[in-house]
């Protein structure tokens, strides 16, 4: 993820009340993360154990779906709130919200699912959530008749009530402003611009979360997630292959095709289920080619079984009750024109066809994103069944390419990303339509006669780079395109007869001795191991990764001091609020904030100190955490002690205070495992009889295709000529492509004691890393010097500098480490008048 980097703004002119989005593009969990994010919200700033939700989605058939799955004991959804809240959980559509009773709120986390227009009123007259509702008066029991910032009966309603018109209606509304819910918006770039300062002060929400993929250009992005990132998580598909078609029938025809392709490897997949579905977009009912039009296309002219088809309209809703999953579900196509209803679901769908314009659609981003889902959230042997596909009508390629990355976009992508995740099925796309032309890969074509079976095997070395085609005398071909690495040309060789053998040896020597100057390194299949730093622990070599060390060590937190002290946590009573200091920042919880809330947990009479020890321990319980029930409690029981005892904090204080408390013990604890993750780091790595070394073995490999669907450099004003995946696949620089960082890239690229370079991409699965005590450090390049040894370059900024003691010295031990196969460099903007070049050239001698 991308943390939120800029100033955060309050929003509906409310400055204490958090407003916050997080941005994730279509595919990327948003319904599932916002049930997560009750309890994390309910943690971290309610501090109620169950909180009122009020959870709100675009239109009313999502609010209908959102309202089922809340409601499933079995969905994920559900489970989620289920493990946050013990079970006590409550669902109501908002229709419902009548059902609410007082034991509902007290004992339960209450879920209320509506639709923004519900609350999106100039007037409320007339609308049911603003309503006064007799069933609804055992919730406002407590309340004084009159209260400020409550909508009051009126005249009207008074006189058919029998009450005084200065009294409060007995509303939804209403209750939501004394209860003050938490408020997830779901799909929230739909809503446009949400909630207005009306309906806000009306609501009273005590945050607002927001889960969208466009968000609006105010919202305060808490964190944003890439593409990329989802693709890594294989819960997506990409990149996008598209196909352009002169006509509609050309699109449907392709789309056919590729299913068929798809249905093939999918066959052979033995891990999995999977059967590839077309979703077809058809075109309005006074237009050419409608659902019916489209339907007859594919049974008169494809001879498709009608019952592979499937219409899902407004009117025809062949989908409902149909579990596409099952393997002996017939359908393959699914025609639609609008948006399917919205959180349908299928991983199924691999193609998107449109016959209609989608430049102009505003459905297209909606229908595309059904093809993105990834089966099973886990990528597939054959990497086609890893992608979607894409079939669309256009006079050119660019226009259909353009069309599609500005829906992508629409869905979330950044635009960078869009344009590194479609495409070209025919090669259309290495023309260079949005940057620098990329270098054509050169083809062989050998003649050989050989079986059908040996021929497939000769294939399967190398899918995507060796195809299989027909002279046209209807003598095999072998087409090599690009270059074959030794172990592909291995298995190749083996697969034909001795003669067929030579012949194709001979004919791949050719041409690679014809266009080997042209290939990168890594495409004349130049692979290199740059090797991992390793520990000596307990007689073995293990990862040299915090996290892994620390499993080695055993701790307590009985070890560790309980005892907060005065400056780190403090509590004074006054009249009206407690005011609570921690590590030296003032927080005020006024009485009126909570009492309603702790009367409902435990009466004051039942308060006991154990008691708090019980709930402090479900409050801290860290998921991740290695300490036992019985340890926490105990370590507990000591913070109690101490702070009930020689601290003198009244027991009542704590528990009104008991939130606020249990995160600054989370917090303490995480001080303490931090400090413990350091000293294990430290002795294994750098104390005087600490043993480190480095490992080819367990090493990083860098080879073709390692940092594939990764953003590329797209500037003009250089070309690395040095850049070990080719100057046309360089990823992109962090900051602006002439940055910093460019500028040290270009200084490396110059050397001409490196043979190759590349630059690293933190956090990339393949990517070089070295351990931190608090994570892992992803040097900026990595280069192999044409001696043999291998470079190692940490690149930063004048303002990074300060900060990277941590990173040098672990840099250091990794080349101390390599006996001289290993060279590290720091390197600066500038250094004792030394350039980055210069650095780098003393550092290698």
């Not at 070890?559 to 400056?567: G, P, R, T, V, Y």
Request: with cysteine.
């Amino acid at each position: 993820m991308r943390g939120y980097g800029g100033k955060y703004e309050a929003l509906l002119g409310q400055e204490e009340m958090p407003y916050v989005c997080l941005r994730l593009p279509t595919g990327g969990g948003k319904t599932l993360l916002g049930a997560h994010a009750i309890g994390v919200a309910k943690d971290a700033w309610i501090e109620r154990d169950f909180p009122l939700v009020l959870w709100l989605v675009p239109t009313n058939m999502i609010r209908t779906q959102t309202a089922e799955a809340l409601t499933n004991p079995k969905h994920p959804y559900r489970r989620a709130l289920d493990d946050q809240f013990g079970g006590r959980v409550r669902i109501f559509d908002i229709g419902d919200f009548t059902r609410i009773r007082p034991y509902d709120l007290a004992a339960n986390c209450c879920v209320v699912v509506g639709t923004l227009q519900t609350l999106r009123v100039e007037s409320t007259d007339g609308r049911k959530v603003y309503a006064h509702h007799e069933e609804l008066e055992p919730l406002f029991s407590e309340v004084p008749r009159r209260r400020a910032g409550l909508e009051t009966l009126g005249p009207d309603v008074a006189a058919k009530v029998g009450g005084h018109p200065d009294d409060i209606r007995f509303s939804f509304a209403n209750l939501c402003h004394l209860r003050q819910p938490l408020m997830i918006v779901d799909e929230a770039h739909k809503a446009v611009t949400g909630l207005s300062r009306t309906v806000q002060e009306r609501v009273n929400p005590c945050a607002i979360v927001e889960f969208t993929a466009t968000p609006h250009k105010k919202s305060n992005i808490l964190h944003s997630v890439s593409a990329l990132e989802l693709k890594d998580a294989q819960m997506i598909k990409l990149p996008v292959r598209l196909e352009e078609h002169e006509t509609w029938e050309g699109a449907v025809t392709g789309a056919i095709m590729k299913r068929a392709e798809l249905a093939e490897e999918a066959a052979k997949d033995r891990a999995d289920y999977i059967r590839p579905i077309v979703l077809f977009q058809a075109e309005d009912r006074n237009r050419e080619v409608t659902v019916d039009v489209l339907r007859q296309h594919l049974i008169d002219t494809h001879h498709i079984d009608p019952r592979a088809i499937a219409v899902a309209t407004g009117d025809q809703r062949e989908l409902d009750g149909i579990d596409l999953f099952k393997p002996d579900c017939p359908i393959e196509y699914v025609i639609t024109v609008e948006a399917l209803k919205e959180g349908w679901d299928c991983s199924f769908a691999y193609v998107f066809c449109s016959v209609a314009n989608i430049k102009s659609s505003t459905d297209a981003e909606q229908l595309l994103g059904r093809v993105l889902r990834m089966p099973y959230a886990m990528r597939r042997k054959a990497t086609v069944l890893n992608k979607a596909y894409a079939n669309l009508v256009s006079k050119s390629f660019a226009e259909a390419a353009n069309t599609l990355r500005d829906r992508l976009v629409e869905m979330g992508f950044e635009e960078s990303e869009a344009e590194a995740n479609i495409e070209a099925d025919q090669g259309s796309l290495d023309e260079g339509l949005w940057g620098e032309k990329r270098r054509p890969k050169p083809t062989a074509r050998i003649e050989i006669d050989v079986s059908p079976d040996v021929l497939a095997a000769v294939k399967a070395a190398a899918p995507e780079k060796v195809k299989i085609e027909a002279a046209p005398d209807g003598s095999p071909v072998i087409t090599v395109t690009g270059f074959l690495r030794q172990a592909e040309k291995d298995v190749i060789y083996a697969a034909l007869p001795e003669k067929a053998a030579n012949v194709v040896r001979e004919a791949i020597a050719q041409h690679e001795l014809e266009h080997a100057h042209n290939a990168s390194p890594a495409e004349r299949g130049e692979e290199f191991v740059v090797p991992r730093l390793m520990a000596a622990v307990q007689g073995e070599l293990v990862f040299a990764d915090a996290d892994v060390l620390g499993e080695y060590f055993e701790w307590s937190l009985a070890d560790h001091s309980a005892q907060l002290s005065k400056a780190e946590f403090d509590v004074r009573d006054t009249s009206e609020a407690f005011e609570i200091d921690l590590d030296g920042d003032n927080l005020l919880v006024r009485h009126s904030d909570q009492s309603d809330q702790l009367m409902l947990d435990v009466p004051v009479n039942g308060w006991t100190a154990g008691g708090l020890v019980n709930l402090l321990a479900k409050q801290v319980r860290q998921a991740d955490s290695a300490i036992g029930h019985g340890e926490m409690v105990a370590w507990l029981s000591d913070v109690v002690a101490f702070l009930t005892g020689p601290r003198g904090i009244p027991l009542a204080a704590l528990m009104r205070c008991r939130f606020i408390l249990s995160r600054k013990l989370r917090e303490k604890i995480a001080a303490i495992r931090a400090e413990v993750r350091k000293g294990v780091y430290q002795n294994c790595l750098f104390a005087p009889d600490a043993k480190p070394e480095l490992s080819f073995e367990n090493g990083f490999r860098f080879h073709e295709g390692m940092f594939a669907g990764v953003p590329c450099y797209r500037g003009t004003k250089w070309r690395f000529n040095n850049h070990y995946l080719g100057w046309d696949r360089v990823p992109a620089f962090d900051g602006k492509d002439d940055g910093e960082e460019f500028k040290a890239a270009q200084q490396l690229d110059s050397i001409s004691d490196v043979a190759f370079w590349v630059r690293n991409v933190a956090k990339h699965p393949d990517a070089f890393w070295l351990p931190l005590a608090g994570g892992r450090t992803y040097p900026d390049f990595i280069a192999k010097l044409k001696d043999g040894r291998l470079l190692v370059v940490e690149y930063k900024g004048e303002h990074l500098v300060a900060d990277s003691a941590a990173k040098r010295a672990i840099g250091e031990l990794w080349q101390n480490a390599s006996n001289g196969s290993g060279i590290y460099v720091f390197a600066e903007k500038e250094r004792e008048g030394m350039t980055v070049k210069q650095q780098i050239l003393a550092a290698i001698g």
